[in-house]
């Protein structure tokens, strides 16, 4: 408001610009003009935008009137206003306006800014609000594109700039900026003759502060001819002038350090050093031995910024020396010892310098191998600081690449550590260790990274232009893992390299490792496709060919680890066995063999011994699986009792997946999804041999782990690898030292045993150590008797210690070994999976039902909470549950097997019931529906005779058996089973059996429904719990509302069934509105429901039942359930319960008085108050005055003249429906009354209108219902007729009744608003077990609308 008001305050003071005509018209501004300048203040971007665009096209109406004089005072005043935020966005208000109106004088508006805020006449208080209005005044005309223009309002601006500048406390270095921005932009010819009044001539002032040489090189730049007349020749990287440029960059990067970008005076001195041919001088003195010398992480940033930058711009002599200078050195240190978070802030920025430096140089393929070479000769102690994974070389172009990697080959074979960027880290140093300073570390480090650097560079490359560069990476990563040279040959490339260092076995091992992931990542990324050549092969393929050729020129190459006659025949049979296989290409099971073969013959060079055995076995498998016929029968082959090489495979397989190799893992699916066809059940045993939770410790299968294998030796790789994160956590331990030696204590004491503390306490007694009361006169002990004490107590320590410590590691060994084992399981999981998902009609899968059960209880059991244990779960879980529960396809030959199913069934369910958890029991339940659906059968014709299939009973009508063919389902025997395990729900105190599970039962298999309804029905009353009670209730409501479940009765057993439940119902209601429990609470309220859907189900299929004692009972605790409302008994229900009690009371004809309804609201409650306040925002009334309004129009208490009976409450009574009366508020009010609790109402039943020819209802009589009276009642609801008793007849009086009442209701004065609630009110007060949905209640209400 403060801002709106400046302006019309400063009008008066100058009566001379504003006439009483002009503050007219200022005063009859429009809102909308007013709120734009509110909007342009906004934060919102989208919002300050649309408001200056808008205010621009408001005085483009109007570009001579008061408006635009009062935006431009408006704007101006909103440059000082005490808001920060809000200054930038009217200077940016200000900027678009004068450029949208060119015919504003600029030194006008400049003027204004000066004069509202006269820096000379300012208070204190008002000072740093000016400066900034001054400075942003000068910035909008800047930004408005002519200040540049008009030379006149350029002076006044950079003088004003040169005043502001001053005022370092307020504004900095903005004005400086402000200027420099400025001066980039004016002509030559202007910034010759501004010069002398914006850069003085002494040096030592342009040397004070970045901004001042900033100017000075932006001079230098565009009017160096002129700057020479004005200071003469100035040579800026002169000796005495290299410490002021030290400071000026440390300034510049301490002012950019929350900006986190490279300052402007530092990449201009840049370009000054190279056109000055100075660069080396720059870096090396400016750079290097200046701001680096001391360097904090914003300098230091800063030069990293710099070397960034300066990639593109540097020749090749000028790039070696940025590359390997002292500033590089500090780059590598900073990326091996800053924390995660500022390394991984910073590796992307040099990423894209890198890139970019990559990107503008394609055509120079030297300098990008400068490049790469450069930052990865970057070496702490041999290892290159630069990721194995860093992407940039996908900017390399083919020849570049192929010349990175002959580099990295060579530095391979030849290591030459003089031309790597060597360096060691502050701790290193300090430790002077000199086994870490031997070249052969440095050696092994490189080498280590090198392998692995060129495995990674495969993942950035295409087969279609890189096929021979992943050719050469692979070959040199075979030859070397398993081969060395006996004699140079042409024929072998790899011969010919030689190395320099010898290589040991550490190093070949990293090879191993390095050539399966490579191995991994060609399988993956290079897949063979249907156009490929010839010669585009598999890669294992290509691979394996070279390892036979390498094994065949003995002369010229050996092995490193020899093969025996054994197994190099096993070879020489793999590759015979792969021409065969090669001959059948075209079945997926010969490909996956293919596969299979050639991934173990490359691990026959990995692990000789164990992969020979191995590999004649899958040979022996393969040849018999090709001679078998696939297409022979179950049936035959079980009378044989082949094929045997199943499970020869399967245990292969498992072999296999004890290798921890993700390539491996695949290609066992892949065979193991070719091969599960032929599955024998002793085959299915092994794999779940391997899952069963309960043999822990008789695995037949030895789970490797690899990783212990690529641990280095003791003192060697594994310290060096350490060294550096233990020194550079160093300071971090000493400070969490105490705290750690605490826990330590704490561990020692859980530890301490018994026979320690006695032991203990011998040692002492033996020294006479131990005080007591004999020995208080006692001398103390000597030196002697006190060291040979302290031996013997160190001793016993030191025993105590090694024996916690054997402790440790034994507990270690035993986890690690039981997560071996869980990850072993994982992975053999997956040959479950494929089995489910590739074969889900085998008969086989019925066997995996109760393993996978075990497996899941036994995780939910146990107390680990491990991702792991979490992963092995949800993935078993996930098998069971979505690929075999609820799979499409399932077994169809179940004859045979028919009676085992049946009780595997029975047994699935008692164990469901037995468990302590509910979640595990509703797998044991799912597991059941699923051999149900089995036994059920499927047939072709299914999805036509649906219906059928679910309402037929299979066991007692055989007619039907023949529209079954497949069902082996013996109804009698489920039906017993589940009736037993639903008795145990609705009787034992703590079931795990719930309600969801009965309710897919019921759903999926009505049949059975049907059987089970009489349990539900007997246990709806009786002396069951009142939880079973409300449970069976609720199981009945929904079973009675599937429509599939009417399909299976006849229509006498439907209203047979429909009585009984009326019956069970109407014996629960006796004890409506007693309830002293949260159990009966909840079985009240589930009468009611299902009492209501019975009412639904009556209603809607027209049905005749006795409902006379139905009425009487409810009519009887109309009383009983008023005063449990009254009294708040289970409040958090009551009103719930109350509706569900007139709803049917409502649907039996008795209508819910009106009186009460009007009470209601008279009774506070938290869901009224809740209610009130949502629509006190919608804008309506208070209720206090909404109830001042309603007693003003008299309703006075009467009698009901249709029902001759009085109201209990005085507060509010019926009227007659002939009077004037206040109408119903409709449907919102009437749902926030039955939230309160009402008065004591005396509910008289309302008689529906009788149908002709149908006698009229008595009580003596019994009480039907009606079949076609609904639309006479809607009529007589809604025109207003007040209900009629059941003992008065209506007879044809009732129509005329209805017109009269219609024409009064016409006739009263109501609003339009008050006749709408009005018609609502009626609509909702018919009968709803004669309305039929929402539907025909807006026919009645259009109805009502009707003149």
Not at 181 to 210: A, C, G, N, R, T
Not at 351 to 372: N, W
Request: hydrophobic share 35%.
């Amino acid at each position: 408001m403060a801002e709106m008001k400046g302006p019309t305050k400063a009008e008066p003071a100058a009566p001379a610009e504003s006439p009483e005509g002009d503050r007219r018209g200022l005063l009859e501004h429009s809102r909308e003009f007013l709120d734009f300048f509110w909007d342009i203040a906004k934060p919102q971007q989208e919002t300050r935008l649309q408001a200056t665009e808008k205010l621009l096209e408001y005085l483009r109406t109007r570009p001579s009137g008061s408006e635009m004089k009062y935006a431009l005072k408006r704007l101006i005043t909103g440059l000082g206003v005490g808001r920060e935020t809000a200054r930038p966005c009217y200077s940016v208000a200000l900027a678009q306006l004068l450029q949208s109106f060119e015919d504003i004088p600029l030194c006008s508006i400049l003027s204004q800014i000066q004069e509202k805020y006269s820096l000379q006449t300012v208070n204190k208080a008002m000072m740093r609000p000016s400066l900034f209005a001054n400075l942003f005044g000068v910035l909008a005309l800047f930004q408005s594109g002519r200040l540049v223009k008009d030379q006149e309002a350029l002076i006044k601006s950079v003088k004003l700039l040169k005043t502001l500048s001053y005022h370092q406390n307020h504004l900095q270095g903005q004005p400086m900026k402000a200027l420099v921005d400025i001066l980039s932009e004016v002509p030559e010819s202007i910034f010759q003759e501004i010069l002398p009044k914006v850069l003085k001539s002494d040096l030592k002032v342009i040397l004070s502060s970045p901004k001042q040489l900033e100017v000075f090189l932006l001079a230098q730049q565009r009017v160096p001819a002129k700057l020479d007349s004005l200071m003469g020749s100035i040579n800026l990287f002169s000796e005495e002038n290299i410490p002021s440029l030290v400071n000026i960059l440390k300034v510049a990067a301490s002012s950019t350090k929350k900006e986190n970008k490279l300052p402007s005076v530092a990449l201009k001195l840049l370009h000054l050093a190279l056109k000055e041919n100075k660069f080396s001088v720059f870096w090396k003195e400016v750079l290097e031995e200046g701001v680096m010398k001391k360097p904090c992480w914003p300098s230091s940033y800063m030069c990293f910024r710099l070397l960034g930058e300066s990639l593109p711009l540097l020749s090749e002599k000028q790039l070696q020396l940025a590359m390997r200078g002292d500033l590089i050195r500090h780059f590598g240190e900073h990326m091996v010892t800053s924390k995660p978070q500022n390394l991984f802030k910073f590796i992307p920025e040099i990423s894209t310098y890198v890139c970019t430096f990559l990107e503008g140089c394609q055509d120079e393929p030297k300098r990008q191998v400068a490049m790469m070479v450069a930052f990865t000769s970057i070496t702490n102690q041999g290892l290159p600081v630069m990721p194995t994974f860093w992407r940039v070389t996908r900017f390399l172009n083919t020849e570049a690449l192929q010349s990175y990697v002959a580099w990295l080959r060579d530095m391979f074979l030849q290591p030459d550590l003089d031309s790597l960027v060597d360096f060691s880290t502050a701790n290193q140093k300090r430790a002077q260790d000199a086994s870490f300073n031997v070249p052969e570390r440095s050696v092994f480090r490189l080498r280590k990274w090198i392998i692995h650097r060129l495995v990674s560079l495969v993942d950035h490359l295409h087969l279609e232009k890189d096929d021979a560069l992943v050719e050469q990476i692979a070959r040199f990563c075979l030859f070397h893992a398993f081969f060395k040279t006996k004699k140079p040959t042409p024929q072998i490339p790899e011969t010919k390299q030689h190395f320099s260092f010898p290589l040991d076995d550490r190093t070949r091992g990293f090879i191993i490792g390095a050539f399966f992931s490579l191995l991994q990542t060609l399988s993956v990324k290079f897949r063979q496709t249907p156009d490929m050549p010839e010669s585009g092969k598999p890669w294992t393929h290509r691979l394996v060919h070279l390892a036979d050729l390498l094994l065949n020129h003995s002369r010229n190459v050996a092995i490193v680890t020899p093969f025996t006659t054994q197994q190099r025949q096993a070879w020489d049979q793999m590759m015979t066995t792969l021409k065969e296989l090669e001959a059948c290409s075209s079945e997926t099971r010969a490909v996956a063999f293919q596969h299979l073969l050639l991934l173990v013959g490359l691990h026959l060079f990995k692990s000789p011994a164990e992969s020979c055995d191995v590999l004649d076995d899958i040979q022996t498998c393969i040849k018999k699986s090709i001679a078998q016929n696939p297409r022979r029968s179950r049936s035959r082959a079980k009378a044989s009792q082949e094929p045997e090489w199943v499970e020869v495979m399967v245990e292969i397989l498992l072999s296999l997946l004890a290798q921890p190799s993700n390539l491996m893992r695949q290609v066992v699916r892949n065979v193991f999804g070719n091969v599960c066809f032929h599955l024998t059940p002793r085959g299915l045993q092994l794999i779940l041999a391997v899952l069963n939770p309960e043999a822990q410790e008789d695995d037949n299968v030895v789970v490797t782990d690899d990783t212990d294998e690529k641990q280095p030796e003791p003192g060697e790789e594994e310290d060096s690898e350490s060294e550096d994160s233990k020194n550079l956590a160093s300071e971090a331990e000493s400070v969490d030292s105490e705290d750690g030696e605490e826990s330590e204590e704490e561990d020692r004491d859980k530890d301490v045993d018994p026979g320690f503390r006695q032991q203990l306490m011998d040692v002492l007694k033996a020294g006479n150590a131990l005080g007591g009361v004999d020995n208080e006169d006692e001398e103390e002990l000597g030196d002697e008797a006190m060291m040979a004490l302290d031996q013997n107590l160190a001793s016993l320590f030191a025993e105590q210690k090694l024996r916690i410590q054997a402790r440790n590691e034994e507990k270690n060994k035993v986890q690690k070994e039981k997560k071996l084992r869980r990850d072993f399981q994982i992975r053999v999981l997956d040959l479950v999976e494929v089995m489910v998902t590739k074969q889900p009609e085998h008969p086989l899968i019925l066997q995996l039902l109760e393993p996978l059960l075990n497996m899941i209880q036994h995780s939910m059991r146990s107390k680990s909470s491990t991702k792991q244990e979490q992963d092995f779960l949800h993935k078993t879980a996930r098998i069971f549950m979505h690929h075999l529960c609820r799979a499409r396809h399932y077994c169809h030959e179940v004859a045979p097997f028919a009676e085992a199913l049946h009780a595997q069934v029975e047994r699935l369910v008692q164990q469901a019931g037995n468990q302590a958890d509910a979640s595990v029991a509703l797998y044991y339940f799912n597991a059941s529906l699923y051999l149900l659906r089995v036994l059920r059968g499927n047939t072709t014709k299914r999805h036509q005779d649906d219906q059928k299939l679910q309402g037929a009973d299979t066991a007692t009508e055989p007619n039907n058996s023949e529209d079954q063919p497949a069902s082996c389902l013996n109804l009698a025997f489920v039906t017993r089973v589940y009736s037993a395990a639903l008795e145990s729900l609705l009787t034992k105190r703590n079931s795990p059996l719930t309600v969801p599970m009965f309710l897919s039962l019921f759903s999926r298999y009505p049949v059975i429904c049907k059987n089970l309804l009489p349990i539900l029905v007997q246990h709806v009353a009786g002396p069951s719990r009142p939880r079973h009670q409300a449970q069976a209730c609720l199981l009945l409501q929904k079973a009675l509302s599937a429509r599939e479940l009417r399909v299976c009765f006849e229509d006498p057993e439907w209203e047979q069934l429909i009585g009984q439940v009326l019956g069970r119902v109407t014996q629960t209601l006796q004890t409506l509105g007693e309830a002293q429990s949260k159990g009966e609470h909840q079985r009240e309220l589930s009468t009611l429901e299902l009492l209501n859907t019975v009412f639904k189900i009556i209603n809607h299929e027209k049905l005749s039942m006795d409902l006379t004692a139905l009425l009487g009972t409810l009519q009887s605790k109309q009383q009983k359930l008023q005063q449990s409302l009254q009294q708040g008994n289970h409040s958090s229900g009551s009103n719930r319960l109350y509706d569900l009690y007139w709803q049917s009371m409502r649907m039996l004809g008795v209508q819910r008085p009106k009186s009460e309804k009007k009470n209601a609201k008279n009774i506070p409650s938290d869901t009224q108050n809740t209610i009130s306040m949502k629509r006190k925002k919608k804008g309506f009334l208070p209720e206090t005055k909404k109830r001042k309004k309603l007693k003003s129009k008299g309703a006075t208490p009467e009698k009901d003249a249709t029902s001759g009976q009085n109201a209990v409450t005085e507060d509010a009574t019926p009227s007659a429906p002939g009077q004037d009366q206040p109408p119903s508020t409709g449907k919102r009010k009437r749902k926030r009354r039955r939230a309160n609790t009402p008065s004591q109402v005396n509910g008289t039943p309302v008689a529906k209108s009788p149908a002709p020819n149908n006698p009229t209802l008595s009580p003596s009589t019994p009480a039907k219902t009606p079949k076609l009276q609904k639309k006479k009642e809607e009529l007589s609801q809604v025109n207003g007729v007040a209900p009629v008793s059941p003992i008065e007849p209506e007879g044809e009086k009732h129509h005329e009744k209805a017109l009269v009442a219609k024409k009064i209701i016409r006739k009263s004065p109501q609003s339009a608003l008050t006749q709408k609630r009005a018609r609502r009110s009626l609509v909702s007060r018919s009968p709803s077990l004669l309305q039929s949905g929402v539907k025909k209640r807006r026919v009645a209400r259009r109805k009502v609308q009707t003149p």
